[in-house]
Structure formats: structure tokens, C-alpha cells
């Protein structure tokens, strides 16, 4: 199901046929890196991830990690939406794009895209985001977008600081 629109993109709801693209995402170097193995190594375990995951989310709160695709082409290029995790009182902000496709804005619109949803339809008023310390491109990003930064925390089960941001 199509959520948002922008200039250049498409957000929909993630389905089962997205599995290839999810298990490619997870495994990119920067993912494993910046937000850690989420044990996604076969289709099976992507399918599994977006049940439990964002297919969850959608039906317990109407929004979560949406596909992004490039409006023109249908290609998928990333993940972005909102979160509503257990470990925060408040709903984040979540990104993630393949290296092929970062650099050129796409991101931004999502992020924006996102936000504005995120207020208008759920009247949201302070939404997160959390980001590993040593990631400069969403670090970036969230300044760009008027997050500021309040403190590092660590999160319930975890075992490494992320960075605590807020807007609004």
C-alpha cells in the first residue's frame, strides 16, 4: 500500500516480495555496522523480519519502516518511517539506503515526507531518532532536518551507546 508521495519517491507499506531487497539492505557494510546483524541471511529470515518488523508495526500503530522507491523506475532504494520501539517513550525517526543510491537527497525527502505524516496523520508532537556516534551521514542528516541532539543513552538490551536526537 502506497503511504507517501514526494517529488522523486514513492513510501509503501513493505510486502513479502520485498524480501530480496530487505536481505540486501541488512547486509550492507554500513548497516552492519551503524545499527548491527539483525541474523537476516536467507529470504526466509527477511520474510521473517518484515512480519515481525514493520508488517507488526503497521497494524499495532498504522505507520513503521516503509519501502522507499525511486518514483520513475519502481526501484527500491532504501527504508525510511517511523518506529515506535520499547526501549523509548516517544516514536523515532529510521532510515537506511543502499551506498548505491546515498548522496543524492533521497534520504531528506523520505525523512521530510515521513515527519510531516508523522504530524499530521498520528498529531505527533516530538519525534526521535537515535544513530551510532561514529555515524557522520545521519548525524548529519537529522541536524538538516532540525533534530537536536539531547544525550547518549543506551538502549534496553543493548550493549552500545547510541546518540539521542528530538524535534519538536
Given at each position: 500500500?502506497?503511504?507517501?508521495?514526494?517529488?522523486?519517491?514513492?513510501?509503501?507499506?513493505?510486502?513479502?516480495?520485498?524480501?530480496?531487497?530487505?536481505?540486501?539492505?541488512?547486509?550492507?557494510?554500513?548497516?552492519?555496522?551503524?545499527?548491527?546483524?539483525?541474523?537476516?541471511?536467507?529470504?526466509?529470515?527477511?520474510?521473517?523480519?518484515?512480519?515481525?518488523?514493520?508488517?507488526?508495526?503497521?497494524?499495532?500503530?498504522?505507520?513503521?519502516?516503509?519501502?522507499?522507491?525511486?518514483?520513475?523506475?519502481?526501484t527500491?532504494?532504501?527504508?525510511?518511517?517511523?518506529?515506535?520501539?520499547?526501549?523509548?517513550?516517544?516514536?523515532?525517526?529510521?532510515?537506511a539506503?543502499?551506498?548505491?543510491?546515498?548522496?543524492?537527497?533521497?534520504a531528506?525527502?523520505?525523512?521530510q515526507?515521513?515527519l510531516?505524516?508523522?504530524r499530521?496523520?498520528?498529531?505527533?508532537?516530538?519525534?526521535?531518532?537515535?544513530?551510532?556516534?561514529?555515524?557522520?551521514?545521519?548525524?548529519s542528516?537529522?541536524?538538516?532536518?532540525?533534530?537536536?541532539?539531547?544525550?547518549?543513552?543506551?538502549?534496553?538490551?543493548?550493549?552500545?551507546?547510541?546518540?539521542?536526537?528530538?524535534?519538536?
Amino acid at each position: 500500500m502506497q503511504i507517501l508521495v514526494t517529488e522523486r519517491l514513492i513510501l509503501r507499506q513493505l510486502v513479502f516480495e520485498d524480501a530480496a531487497f530487505i536481505l540486501e539492505l541488512v547486509n550492507d557494510p554500513d548497516w552492519l555496522r551503524y545499527i548491527g546483524d539483525r541474523g537476516v541471511h536467507d529470504l526466509a529470515s527477511a520474510c521473517g523480519y518484515i512480519e515481525k518488523g514493520p508488517m507488526d508495526m503497521y497494524a499495532r500503530y498504522g505507520f513503521g519502516l516503509w519501502l522507499v522507491e525511486l518514483k520513475d523506475t519502481g526501484t527500491p532504494i532504501g527504508l525510511c518511517g517511523l518506529i515506535k520501539r520499547d526501549t523509548l517513550p516517544e516514536v523515532d525517526l529510521g532510515f537506511a539506503f543502499l551506498a548505491r543510491h546515498r548522496g543524492r537527497g533521497y534520504a531528506r525527502e523520505a525523512a521530510q515526507a515521513s515527519l510531516a505524516h508523522g504530524r499530521t496523520a498520528h498529531g505527533l508532537k516530538r519525534i526521535l531518532a537515535i544513530t551510532s556516534p561514529g555515524n557522520d551521514r545521519s548525524i548529519s542528516l537529522l541536524e538538516k532536518l532540525g533534530f537536536s541532539y539531547e544525550r547518549n543513552l543506551l538502549l534496553a538490551g543493548g550493549t552500545d551507546e547510541v546518540k539521542l536526537y528530538a524535534q519538536g
